[in-house]
């Protein structure tokens, strides 16, 4: 992630765009949750968040930035406030497709879905919750596509890995597939094995340090616990 920031910084790099649109796919959602938790429609949030990226690209505005500097969500959505201040003090209303457009539409459509909001989470709280998810929704993404051999079987222990009470007991799993009951309970383990080194690899691109990662992680769990 930090390559990809850096990457961005230099906008006259070739691989300037594919940069930002891998930070776009990992703080699109947290952003337009942020201002729609702030009270903006959904279609001004989007436009606010589609701008506020081509307006990253455009001006250079991350060529300063290196990974000593702390967390690169917050001092994101410190830049994405003080855009939306000067926007609105300009009266200058983003139009939709303008300027430089990170993901395609419909990427842009499924990254508009909502969770149900939860009430008393402040924009901040909104902003640091919807990064959690994202976090480990691409850790889980990843890991379903090193299984893309065990599809089946990958869909049965995700419910499980999820924490859904719809999961099956592994004795059932192992009847429906054919399998026997000590093959399922080592996938599962290896699964979830490979599921938190995911999830700690995805936390470590994102922090200065690699002391900071088991804390990272601790208040990520409690953000998706609370």
Not at 56 to 66: A, I, K, M, P, T
Not at 157 to 163: T, V, W
Request: hydrophobic share 45%; no cysteine.
């Amino acid at each position: 992630m930090w390559s990809a920031i850096l990457a961005v910084g230099d906008a006259d790099a070739p691989a300037s765009l594919q940069a930002l649109e891998r930070l776009a796919h990992a703080y699109w959602q947290p952003l337009y949750i942020y201002l729609r938790q702030r009270g903006a429609d959904p279609d001004t949030a989007a436009d606010q968040v589609q701008g506020f990226f081509a307006y990253l690209l455009s001006r250079d505005f991350l060529r300063e930035v290196r990974p000593g500097d702390g967390r690169f969500r917050n001092f994101l959505l410190v830049a994405l406030r003080r855009w939306v201040r000067d926007q609105n003090d300009r009266d200058h209303a983003v139009k939709r497709g303008g300027g430089i457009v990170p993901l395609p539409l419909e990427e842009l459509e499924a990254l508009r879905a909502e969770p149900p909001a939860r009430d008393g989470d402040t924009p901040d709280i909104a902003f640091e919750r919807a990064w959690a998810r994202g976090v480990f929704s691409r850790a889980l993404s990843l890991v379903g596509e090193a299984w893309s051999g065990r599809a089946e079987l990958f869909a049965a222990l995700r419910i499980s890995l999820e924490g859904s009470p719809d999961a099956e007991t592994h004795r059932t799993i192992a009847l429906r597939l054919g399998m026997t009951e000590g093959a399922v309970n080592k996938a599962a383990h290896d699964l979830r094995q490979q599921f938190a080194t995911r999830v700690r690899s995805e936390i470590r691109a994102t922090v200065p340090d690699e002391s900071e990662v088991d804390d990272e992680l601790r208040h990520l769990v409690r953000l998706l616990r609370q």
